[in-house]
Structures are given as C-alpha cells and as structure tokens.
C-alpha cells in the first residue's frame, strides 16, 4: 500500500504528518493546562488563543506555530477539527479540556 492510501486511510492530518507542536490529543491537553494557568492568555508560551466559544457547536482557536485560525466543531457531540481533518490532533484535545472546563465552570476566561 502507498504512503498517500494510508494517510488517507488513517484519518491522520497533514500537521500530525508533519510532527506539528499540537500533533496529539495529549499535546493539546498539555497546551490546555499551560493556557490555563496563564494570567496573559494570549502570552508568547501559549501556542493557543481562544477566540471563540459556541457551547456545543464550536470553538474557534488561533494556533500560533501555524500562524491561522482553527475551527473544531462538535458533531453529535463529538468535536473535529475542520483544519486538520482529523478528531485526534492538539486542537480537538485543547478543545476537549475547554468544554470540560466550561461544563464545570459555566464561563470561558478569554
């Protein structure tokens, strides 16, 4: 099988190809967790900046290391990111930590 059958496959982005900052759900999670204990949330250590938040619709953030926005949206539930084409990448698990975070908090600290 070729390489371009098998990233099709996959289901894995082009950012996750490329060993991206924010290539993993865990990489996400551990951006969420330096955003978060961040007093300036748009500061040069934060890869991420929260630009939006719908509940249960979507989130649109700004990535740093790509220079653009990202919009992951919620399907039944369950978030994608539009950008990578992917639900495993650092921008669905920053995401995920940001729901979690308003379900427990009601409000979004921007």
Known sequence: MERKDKARLSGKSQL?????ELSTLDLGTMEFMK??????RESRDCLIVVKDFFENK????YDKCIRQSVIVGYRE?????M?????DCGHVG??????????????IIY
């Not at 539930?77 to 990111?81: A, H, I, L, R």
């Not at 940001?98 to 427990?104: E, G, S």
Request: charged share 25%; net charge negative.
């Open 16 to 20: 996750i190809e490329n060993d991206h």
């Open 35 to 40: 955003w978060l204990m961040e007093e300036n």
């Open 58 to 61: 979507y989130v649109i953030l």
């Open 77 to 81: 539930g369950m978030p994608w990111c």
């Open 83 to 87: 950008t990578c084409n992917a639900d």
């Open 94 to 107: 920053f995401a995920i930590c940001l729901k979690q975070h308003f379900d427990r908090n009601d409000h």
